[in-house]
């Protein structure tokens, strides 16, 4: 079984920072790798957008709105995928989801979805 344990989300001042973790918790033998690990974010009303992702090389990609401002790594022998915020602004504020591409043990390619925590903005 597997599961994405988010945390780190919180309440900020516009300029301020928080970092957000994301552990892929799984039980033995569950999974062979850990592929590509992004974050995505929800705001009140809107879609899910795509934030950033980090690939099993430790290459990033970022959306333009977070380019320079947001920081994405992963610590692979953590299993566990991370997002530096900084100069946070209220556009920010969000619902943060990780998601994770694995192979699992049966060598089929599978998604999963983190519950999402919340960063809240002030201004």
């Known amino acids: 079984q597997v599961q994405l344990v988010e945390s780190g989300g919180g309440l900020v001042q516009a300029g301020g920072s928080l970092r957000l973790s994301c552990e892929v918790s799984?039980?033995?033998?569950?999974?062979?790798?850990?592929?590509?690990m992004a974050w995505y974010r929800q705001a009140p009303g809107k879609q899910r957008d795509w934030v950033a992702l980090?690939?099993?090389?430790?290459?990033?990609t970022y959306s333009d709105s977070v380019k320079g401002r947001l920081t994405i790594s992963r610590d692979n022998a953590k299993n566990t995928v991370y997002l530096q915020m900084n100069s946070l602004n209220p556009n920010d504020t969000a619902v943060y989801y990780c998601?994770?591409?694995?192979?699992?043990?049966?060598?089929?390619?599978?998604?999963?979805w983190g519950r999402g925590t919340q960063v809240t903005v002030s201004s």
């Open positions: 799984k039980s033995t033998g569950t999974i062979f790798s850990i592929n590509a």
């Open positions: 980090i690939t099993a090389g430790g290459r990033t």
């Open positions: 998601d994770v591409e694995v192979r699992d043990s049966t060598w089929q390619l599978r998604r999963y």
